[in-house]
Nanobody, 129 residues
Framework: QVQLVESGGGLVPAGGSLRLSCAAS???????????MGWFRQAPGKEREFVAA????????SYADSVKGRFTISRDNAKITVYLQMNSLKPEDTAVYYC???????????????????WGQGTQVTVSS
């Protein structure tokens, strides 16, 4: 019902910035603006972890402690797109970044993968030291 396509990844030196985009297409009648959206990442040899989320209510956002103050999640409902602005990048931010739309277990935390039912294919972010 929801297809997500990420873009904007690449290679950047430490201290640099990138903006990831996630374009959605929705087959159901539900409005994009009603979906909470999240960004997750998976580094080599590690489990996928929460990065940031934005709710549909007043654009309330939340972040992992590791990115708080450096990353900003936002959404443009008219463009059916969610963004992740990443500043002051560190080598430990290197990972495949995934966009997700909720549709799973609504009792789960916004930080939990279980809340999200729709995932993009991921975009690689590499930060060189």
């Amino acid at each position: 019902q929801v297809q997500l396509v990420e873009s904007g990844g690449g290679l950047v030196p430490a201290g640099g910035s990138l903006r990831l985009s996630c374009a959605a297409s929705i087959a159901s009648g539900r409005s994009f603006s009603s979906y909470a959206m999240g960004w997750f990442r998976q580094a080599p040899g590690k489990e996928r972890e929460f990065v940031a989320a934005i709710r549909w209510i007043a654009g309330i956002t939340s972040y992992a402690d590791s990115v708080k103050g450096r990353f900003t999640i936002s959404r443009d409902n008219a463009k059916i797109t969610v963004y992740l602005q990443m500043n002051s990048l560190k080598p430990e931010d290197t990972a495949v970044y995934y966009c997700a739309a909720e549709g799973g277990d609504y009792s789960s935390s916004y930080h939990s993968e279980g809340r999200y039912d729709y995932w993009g294919q991921g975009t690689q972010v590499t930060v060189s030291s």
